[in-house]
């Protein structure tokens, strides 16, 4: 079966600077998320992106977050200074039609900022 | 907000057992989902009711929407080690459709065998 795959799995990172996280969605979706989840919690929306541009963003995706799809497989998170609060697991997830239906999601990237 | 809540918060059965876990959300929903977490793990989709559905059923799993009382339910039924998990509901909201699903705290369900 399909999935989705997120590279690396574990991330070390010193406060202030810079993470990408790298997602393959399913090769025939057309809807790409980013979830995060901090220990124990609840998992958070981050980005919905469709058709090369954001289509919804949370309160907590500000300036310092960005998403791209750079080819026709990747797509990547990227966040510009990290903080000691960005540690959390980040999860991608695609879907094959419309926002609100099944997401398949990867199997996450531990984030750590020191 | 429309998130899911989720009732208990953590839920011990013994194999065999049925396991039974609550949803409930604030706003008018477009459909329900149900979604499963092995620790350390991205979620697996379990099932999705939509709005106009009242019950669904998918192997052991049994799910239930009241959309007047703003709840779902989770039944597993004849519960296994393997069960052990965080259970959540995802609910994507009423109207347009470009809002994303919005995922409560999760039961972490233990069942022992």
């Known amino acids: 079966e399909p999935e989705v795959t997120q590279t690396p799995s574990h991330q070390v990172t010193q406060m202030g600077q810079e993470v990408i996280l790298r997602c393959v969605p399913i090769?025939?979706?057309?809807?790409f998320y980013w979830y995060r989840q901090i220990l124990g919690q609840k998992v958070e929306f981050l980005v919905s992106?469709?058709?090369?541009?954001?289509?919804?963003k949370s309160e907590i995706f500000d300036d310092q977050f960005s998403v791209e799809r750079p080819d026709g497989s990747n797509f990547t998170l990227k966040i510009r200074s990290t903080k000691l609060e960005d540690s959390a697991m980040y999860f991608c997830?695609?879907?094959?039609?419309?926002?609100?239906?099944?997401?398949?999601f990867g199997s996450g990237t531990q984030l750590s900022v020191l | 907000s429309q998130q899911g809540e989720e009732d208990p918060q953590a839920l011990s059965i013994q194999e065999g057992e049925n396991a039974t876990m609550n949803c409930s959300y604030k706003?008018?929903?477009?459909?329900l989902q149900w979604y499963r977490q092995n620790s350390g793990r991205g979620l697996v989709h379990l099932i999705l009711?939509?709005?106009?559905?009242r019950e669904k059923h998918s192997g052991r799993l049994r799910v239930t929407l009241d959309t007047s009382k703003k709840s779902s339910s989770l039944l597993i039924t004849a519960s296994r080690a393997a069960d052990t998990a965080s259970y959540f509901c995802?609910?994507?909201?009423?109207?347009?459709?470009?809002?994303?699903?919005?995922f409560g705290k999760g039961t972490r369900l233990s069942v022992i065998a």
């Open positions: 997830a695609s879907s094959l039609i419309q926002l609100g239906e099944k997401l398949f």
């Open positions: 009711i939509r709005s106009n559905e």
């Open positions: 992106f469709y058709n090369n541009e954001i289509s919804e």
């Open positions: 706003t008018s929903i477009n459909n």
């Open positions: 090769s025939n979706h057309l809807y």
């Open positions: 995802a609910t994507h909201g009423g109207g347009s459709g470009n809002t994303p699903l919005v």
